[in-house]
T-cell receptor
């Protein structure tokens, strides 16, 4: 069974600060995918990134970057120069490559960016 | 193109009543998922559809919960004899179901259910 731990329940930062959201996952699958979603106050989950377990290269997209380390089962998400619009709940979710491909979500990390 | 839509956006009901929640997936998406998000909780998987079949219903919390999908498109989640603990946001997601876990699920705005 898969499991994800986002130990940081809530983080508050001041605008322009960098912030890293931690994600540790457990899976018995040898091949799997990892996702990050953003849930702004409006409630709709917005897809941010998908990463497969074979690709350990870090990825950068604008102010967002992801650090995937298979050895420590972590897939951390960093926002550089945070903005108020980044305020949201962020979810990390693993998905297996077999079965129903359902996501196993953690409780998420609430990020508050203060002006 | 149009995203996943859900209706109603808000539903207030009395304990013991039945409710139906609707999901319209993205056109062409054969996989459809229902999740539930309770206050302060993460998202909890409820049921998965591939076409009109539901090969994984493992997340339905009780037999008061049921779901169907017709025409490989619209899905309805029904909760009978609602209880206060059913109060939550119910989220629907769809994906292309290309297999291998590569699918990205696209979520609707959710239905907020309040049981008084």
């Amino acid at each position: 069974a898969q499991k994800v731990t986002q130990a940081q329940t809530e983080i508050s930062v001041v605008e322009k600060e960098d912030v890293t959201l931690d994600c540790v996952y457990e899976t018995r699958d040898t091949t799997y995918y990892l996702f990050w979603y953003k849930q702004p106050p409006s409630g709709e989950l917005v897809f941010l990134i998908r990463r497969n377990s074979f690709d350990e290269q870090n990825e950068i997209s604008g102010r967002y970057s992801w650090n995937f380390q298979k050895s420590t089962s972590s897939f951390n998400f960093t926002i550089t120069a945070s903005q108020v619009v980044d305020s949201a709940v962020y979810f990390c979710a693993p998905s297996s490559t077999s079965g129903t491909y359902k996501y196993i979500f953690g409780t998420g990390t609430r990020l508050k960016v203060l002006a | 193109g149009a995203g996943v839509s859900q209706s109603p956006s808000n539903k207030v009901t009395e304990k013991g009543k039945d409710v139906e929640l609707r999901c319209d997936p993205i056109s062409g998406h054969t996989a459809l998922y229902w999740y539930r998000q309770s206050l302060g909780q993460g998202l909890e998987f409820l049921i998965y559809f591939q076409g009109n079949s539901a090969p994984d219903k493992s997340g339905l919390p009780s037999d008061r919960f049921s779901a169907e999908r017709t025409g490989g498109s619209v899905s309805t989640l029904t909760i009978q004899r609602t209880q206060q603990e059913d109060s939550a946001v119910y989220l629907c997601a769809s994906s292309l179901a290309r297999g291998g876990g590569t699918d990205t699920q696209y979520f609707g705005p959710g239905t907020r259910l309040t049981v008084l």
